[in-house]
């Protein structure tokens, strides 16, 4: 089945650091790959989606693009500020189950410190 | 903007208990998820239910039921609620149809059963 494999957490980084959080993923078919953020005592938010092979998605400085060759959609970001500090969740949508059924992974903490 | 709520923050029952969660959405939306949030194991699919009366296991249905009797309204029912429920439970909705696969969520209800 579907399953989605994010590099393991916690993340602690400084202010203006560099981030990256790796996610791969095994899907049969072409999925739509979602990055969700979930800032402390909320739900979740969608952050950036990308659609098909060599899309980039982004949004609030972040960035991804979908790797169909490596099955990789990493999350990066310039520069990180304090209000970052949330977990982030790499996600696939495969087109061809019910309802759009997403598979997440299992989430990395990231603590940006100022 | 989309708004999904759920009836409680924080919830505190017994085991053996019946326990009700309740998710409103205000957009519409054909498709509705409950999933749960545990540590190191990321969002993992109860139910979902893609038009009223319809309804679908995901990956662990198992002392879990549902109920869709309004577009609006999902709700999800621990029969007789365990300590392994202790959890985070977070319900989405989705558009439906092909146009999108974006899941809007409710800020969470945190359950712990004694």
């Known amino acids: 089945g579907d399953s989605v494999t994010q590099m393991e957490g916690p993340v602690t980084l400084s202010e203006e650091a560099f981030l990256t959080i790796n996610c791969t993923y095994t899907a049969t078919g072409y999925p739509s790959l979602f990055w969700y953020v979930q800032y402390p005592g909320e739900g979740l938010q969608l952050l950036l989606k990308?659609?098909?092979?060599?899309d980039k998605g982004s949004n609030k400085g972040f960035e991804a693009t979908y790797r169909k060759e490596t099955t990789s959609f990493h999350l990066e970001k310039g520069s990180v500020q304090v209000s970052d500090s949330a977990v982030y969740f790499c996600?696939?949508?495969?087109?061809?189950?019910?309802?759009?059924?997403?598979?997440f992974g299992s989430g990395t903490q990231l603590t940006v410190l100022p | 903007d989309v708004k999904v709520t759920q009836s409680s923050r924080y919830l505190v029952k017994r085991t053996g208990e019946k326990v009700f969660l309740e998710c409103v959405q205000d957009m519409d939306h054909e498709n509705m998820f409950w999933y749960r949030q545990d540590p190191g194991l990321g969002l993992r699919l109860i139910y979902f239910s893609y038009d009223v009366k319809m309804k679908e296991k995901g990956d662990i249905p198992e002392g879990y039921s549902v109920s869709r009797e309004k577009k609006e309204r999902f709700s999800l029912i621990l029969e007789s609620a365990s300590t392994n429920q202790t959890s985070m439970y977070l319900c989405?909705?989705?558009?439906?149809?092909?146009?999108?696969?974006?899941?809007?969520f409710g800020p969470g209800t945190r359950l712990t059963v004694l």
């Open positions: 989405a909705s989705s558009l439906g149809g092909l146009s999108t696969d974006t899941q809007y």
């Open positions: 990308a659609t098909k092979a060599d």
């Open positions: 996600a696939l949508s495969d087109h061809r189950r019910s309802a759009r059924q997403l598979t």
